[in-house]
């Protein structure tokens, strides 16, 4: 996502995911784009990168009670699949 920051001097403000981890070869492939772009050679652009932070880092998947009736069921029906197999390869 971006977002104009500001104008004088104009700052362009990419939101993302690892932003962190980009090379400074883009970063400069980046500001050079957006002066090409804006027309304002000449003009110092400054580029801010944020990340946000994951809302679910810290949260454990818990299952429904209908999750979980389903998730029995296909553990079952897959054991007994197996079993099966086991049989029909043992003759």
Do not use: W
């Amino acid at each position: 996502m971006l977002t104009a920051g500001g104008y004088n001097p104009p700052i362009v403000v990419i939101h993302g995911n690892q932003v962190k981890d980009l090379p400074d070869s883009y970063k400069r492939y980046l500001m050079n784009y957006f002066r090409k772009s804006l027309d304002v050679m000449g003009t110092p652009i400054r580029i801010q990168f944020k990340e946000g932070e994951n809302p679910y880092a810290n949260k454990r998947n818990t299952l429904t009670p209908t999750q979980m009736r389903k998730r029995q069921r296909l553990m079952k029906t897959h054991q007994e699949k197996q079993v099966i197999d086991r049989r029909v390869y043992e003759c």
